[in-house]
């Protein structure tokens, strides 16, 4: 069964520095998703990415963060200038006209 | 604006006793709604989804859901709960509102477990 694919699985940065976050989508999907979850909190959405743009995004989703497609399988999460409070599981998950389906997630610690 | 409670943050059973976890939200539009569950060190699995069709919806591994309007909710339910089923629920919508990007808001979850 087709699935979506994150690296790393976990990653650990140090305050101030870029990290880009990986994700492969089902191949066959046209929509893709960025959503995280705080330790404790809630899992909230980031951004939606639809047909090579941003279609959604949430007031998480300021200038420090980044989405783009590079190529026809990967789709990134670039966050730079990373904060201690952007500490967090970040979800990729991609849809077709049903449900999302989510990757396993990247632990993202920020010392 | 959409927003989602999952009425109960830990649900405990029985083995072989039925399961109910409940959920109920608020939309301004016609929404979709899906339950999740998460395994732990596990992605997000989805259990079922309810998209403006039947109000019954089946899922994988035996489970349930009924979309009732009246009462805004959409609770999950198992006649008979599995030592597998224990895991992380979630109870999400998706709000149908037009350019929406299809975002997803989740509920807080609910710990759901099995004792033998």
């Known amino acids: 069964e087709p699935e979506v694919t994150q690296t790393p699985s976990h990653q650990v940065t140090q305050m101030g520095q870029e990290v880009i976050l990986r994700c492969v989508p089902i191949?066959?999907?046209?929509?893709f998703y960025w959503y995280r979850q705080i330790l404790g909190q809630k899992v909230e959405f980031l951004v939606s990415?639809?047909?090579?743009?941003?279609?959604?995004k949430s007031e998480i989703f300021d200038d420090q963060f980044s989405v783009e497609r590079p190529d026809g399988s990967n789709f990134t999460l670039k966050i730079r200038s990373t904060k201690l409070e952007d500490s967090a599981m970040y979800f990729c998950?991609?849809?077709?006209?049903?449900?999302?389906?989510f990757g396993p997630g990247t632990r993202l610690l920020v010392l | 604006a959409q927003s989602v409670t999952q009425l109960d943050s830990h649900v405990s059973v029985s083995e072989g006793t039925p399961v109910l976890l409940r959920c109920n939200y608020s939309?301004?539009?016609?929404?979709?709604l899906f339950w999740y569950v998460q395994h732990p060190n596990k992605g997000l699995q989805l259990l079922l989804k309810?998209?403006?069709?039947?109000?019954l919806v089946k899922g994988i591994n035996g489970f349930e859901a009924e979309f009732k309007k009246s009462e805004t909710s959409f609770h999950l339910t198992k006649p008979s709960a599995h030592m597998s089923d224990a895991a992380e629920y979630f109870c999400?919508?998706?709000?149908?509102?037009?350019?929406?990007?299809?975002?997803?808001?989740f509920g807080g979850g609910t710990r759901l477990m099995v004792k033998p």
């Open positions: 939309s301004s539009y016609s929404p979709s």
């Open positions: 191949s066959n999907h046209l929509y």
């Open positions: 309810y998209t403006s069709a039947a109000t």
């Open positions: 990415f639809y047909n090579n743009e941003i279609s959604e």
């Open positions: 998950a991609s849809s077709d006209w049903g449900g999302q389906y």
């Open positions: 999400v919508v998706s709000e149908g509102r037009p350019n929406a990007g299809n975002m997803l808001t």
